[in-house]
């Protein structure tokens, strides 16, 4: 299976490209899907009318040829994330398709040295089955 890789970030609604531990690495994306309505163009976030920019904290997806809107959740909640990795156990290097889905996981904080909790993507790796997690980014 070879996963296409966007062109521009115009293409996703969610882009990374991480390094993990012991030579590890992933490359993550989810593209935008077509208007589910009109089917011409991609559903994305409303944009501020006086940058043109996309409002990151909108809480809807809105098709820009018809202008059907759609919740957040249940819009994300259809997508697949497109993952291209290398493990960092086996150093297996393929790709697979996960759901958009983030999900509570436990981690051990070292600069703070106490356990935390963050949203996630897991998937397995395809050859020795160790978890692999994509942490959502905390600031």
Known sequence: MTLKE?????ECIYFT?????NDGYVKAWV????????????????RDPKTGRPKIRADEY????????????????KLTCNV??????CKNEDETRVSFERKKVTRFNEEKQKKES??????????????????????
């Open 6 to 10: 966007p062109q521009s970030m115009d």
């Open 17 to 21: 490209n991480r390094f993990l531990n």
């Open 31 to 46: 593209f935008k899907e077509l208007c589910p309505k009109c089917k011409k163009s991609l559903m994305s976030k409303p």
């Open 62 to 77: 809105v098709c820009e040829s018809c202008g059907y809107k759609e919740e957040k959740g249940s819009y994300e909640d």
């Open 84 to 89: 291209k990795y290398k493990c960092p156990y």
């Open 118 to 139: 963050v949203e996630a993507m897991i998937f397995d790796c395809s050859k020795c089955g160790k978890r692999i997690e994509i942490t959502k980014n905390m600031k």
